[in-house]
C-alpha cells in the first residue's frame, strides 16, 4: 500500500519553528530515499530536502540550509522536517515524497497530500 500522511504544519510568526511529520507505509518506506517538496501560490512546486534510505546523507536546498532539517526514524517509518526561522517566503504547501531507491537523486514516485505552513510577519 502506497501511503504518505502528512502533519504537523500550521500558523506561526516568522522566526518560529515548526516540525513536520511524514508518516509512511511499508511500501513507501522501507528501502526507499525521502524528501520534502513545497508549493507556494502561483509558484512551481519546488525541492526542499531529501534524506538518503540509510539517513547517512541528506541534502537541502540553498533556501532553507542552516534553519531546516531533514531527519527520519526508521523504527517508525517516520520523516520529519525541522523548521527554524521561518520566513514569510516559507509559506507554501509541504509536501512528503518517496522514490524507489536508497539514494535521494532522481525523480520521486510517491507523494503525500501536503500539509500547509504559513510564516507571517
Known amino acids: 500500500q502506497v501511503r504518505l500522511v502528512e502533519s504537523g504544519g500550521g500558523s506561526v510568526q516568522a522566526g518560529g519553528s515548526l516540525r513536520l511529520s511524514c508518516a509512511a507505509s511499508?511500501?513507501?518506506?522501507?528501502?526507499?530515499?525521502m524528501g520534502w517538496f513545497r508549493q507556494a501560490p502561483g509558484k512551481e512546486r519546488e525541492f526542499v530536502a531529501a534524506?538518503?534510505?540509510?539517513?547517512?546523507?541528506?541534502f537541502h536546498a540553498d533556501s532553507v540550509k542552516g534553519r531546516f532539517t531533514i531527519s527520519k526514524d526508521n523504527a517508525r517509518s517516520t520523516v520529519y522536517l525541522q523548521m527554524n526561522r521561518l520566513k514569510p517566503e516559507d509559506t507554501a504547501v509541504h509536501y512528503c515524497a518517496s522514490r524507489d531507491g536508497e539514494t535521494w537523486r532522481g525523480r520521486f514516485e510517491y507523494w503525500g497530500q501536503g500539509t500547509q505552513v504559513i510564516a507571517f510577519s
Open positions: 534524506i538518503s534510505w540509510s539517513g547517512d546523507s541528506t
Open positions: 511499508r511500501r513507501t518506506f522501507n528501502g526507499n530515499a
